[in-house]
């Protein structure tokens, strides 16, 4: 197979900034997603609908003329979140889900959720109303070991949690573990999981053998070739619960490059040749349609879109890093020179 035409993809998990760096990667992401939901872990997080309303207008006066993107809003939980303010921005359709950060666990989080009983009547009405609750899946008690936090998440707080409110949608984003996926495949279709471009890639060694590798720490942290195994089954199968979201997360080199780092990868530009790539070492190129532009409609309860996306074989021709105004951003490295590229999208 020389090209690989299928229906436009959309991002379930996407980080966008704010000011310079929004306008430096949008049109990353625009040029070859439709849809994408925004994560609201801004300084001040996006927590009500007049906040996430005038982000998106933000993210829509940044797009380049004539591009066909669509932001998928979210709302930052907090103990403090108003339930009724949640229900009235679903139902004008601002909002397509709602964030959980357990305090502490990643960038920008220290206003999310340390007591889940201050947040079950939110949850509750979440549940009612059918909106989703997407999940940054980690403990962050010092005592549990940073490879071990989001199985412990799983057994301490995400499936108490989902007893405690039967029918809440729940996406475990960025899933790093078998007991994610096995979590997963075991629950019905309330529960699905995104996965991203470079926990298919990398493994911890990729981070830490032979000398620290700081553009390739993100959190979740990529953990043992097992799992990185496990990820790549889960999103090649065909599985419906199982969906993109590349949590490319930008940070400028000089913010990365430091004693105490950010964590994230900027996965934008290159996600789609990496995944071709993958996908077809898997001898799965048949299933990447499935995993990135049909799963995530069909459990967020949209229609696939109309347009399509067409890859060819050959190295795609990208920069290393792109330039902002804050500085320069480095562009993932998978180690490898992908065999696709991007050729051509249409809108319709």
């Known amino acids: 197979m020389t090209h690989l035409t299928i229906r436009t993809p959309d991002d379930w998990h996407l980080h966008l900034r704010d000011g310079a760096m929004l306008r430096a990667v949008l049109p990353w992401t625009a040029a070859h997603f439709a849809r994408a939901i925004i994560m609201p872990n801004l300084v001040p997080p996006v927590v009500t609908g007049a906040d996430a309303a005038a982000y998106r207008d933000r993210i829509l006066a940044a797009l380049p003329e004539g591009a066909d993107f669509t932001p998928l809003m979210t709302l930052y939980l907090t103990e403090d979140t108003d339930a009724d303010d949640v229900a009235a921005a679903h139902a004008s359709n601002l909002i397509r889900a709602v964030k959980l950060y357990p305090a502490g666990?990643?960038?920008?989080?220290?206003?999310?959720?340390?007591?889940?009983?201050?947040?079950?009547?939110?949850?509750?009405?979440?549940?009612?109303?059918?909106?989703?609750?997407?999940?940054?899946?980690?403990?962050?008690?010092?005592?549990?070991?940073?490879?071990?936090?989001?199985?412990?998440?799983?057994?301490?707080?995400?499936?108490?949690?989902?007893?405690?409110?039967?029918g809440l949608k729940v996406v475990m984003e960025h899933i790093t573990t078998s007991q994610g996926v096995d979590y997963v495949t075991a629950h019905g279709s309330d529960l699905?999981?995104?996965i991203t471009t470079h926990h298919l890639v990398i493994n911890r060694n990729h981070i830490l053998a032979g000398g620290i590798r700081p553009h390739y720490y993100c959190l979740p942290v990529a953990k043992r070739e097992q799992h990185r195994l496990a990820l790549r089954a889960a999103a090649t199968s065909g599985d419906?619960?199982?969906?993109?979201?590349?949590?490319?997360?930008?940070?400028?080199?000089?913010?990365?490059?430091?004693?105490?780092?950010?964590?994230?990868?900027?996965?934008?530009?290159?996600?789609?040749?990496?995944?071709?790539?993958?996908?077809?070492?898997?001898?799965?190129?048949?299933?990447?349609?499935?995993?990135?532009?049909?799963?995530?409609?069909?459990?967020?309860?949209?229609?696939?879109?109309?347009?399509?996306?067409?890859?060819?074989?050959?190295?795609?021709?990208?920069?290393?890093?792109?330039?902002?105004?804050?500085?320069?951003?480095?562009?993932?490295?998978?180690?490898?020179?992908?065999?696709w590229h991007v050729t051509a999208r249409s809108s319709c």
């Open 105 to 166: 666990a990643t960038t920008n989080s220290a206003s999310g959720v340390a007591d889940f009983t201050r947040v079950q009547g939110v949850l509750e009405r979440m549940a009612d109303i059918g909106l989703p609750l997407c999940v940054h899946g980690e403990v962050t008690e010092p005592a549990v070991d940073i490879f071990d936090r989001e199985a412990v998440f799983i057994d301490r707080v995400l499936d108490p949690l989902r007893r405690r409110v039967p």
């Open 240 to 339: 419906a619960r199982f969906f993109l979201g590349t949590d490319s997360a930008p940070h400028t080199d000089p913010a990365k490059l430091q004693p105490c780092g950010c964590a994230g990868c900027f996965t934008a530009p290159n996600t789609m040749p990496i995944l071709a790539h993958v996908f077809e070492q898997e001898g799965a190129l048949h299933t990447l349609e499935a995993f990135a532009s049909l799963n995530g409609p069909a459990f967020y309860g949209l229609e696939p879109n109309s347009g399509t996306l067409t890859l060819a074989k050959g190295a795609p021709d990208l920069p290393a890093h792109i330039d902002t105004k804050d500085g320069p951003v480095t562009l993932f490295d998978p180690g490898f020179t992908p065999e």
């Open 192 to 194: 699905a999981a995104t």
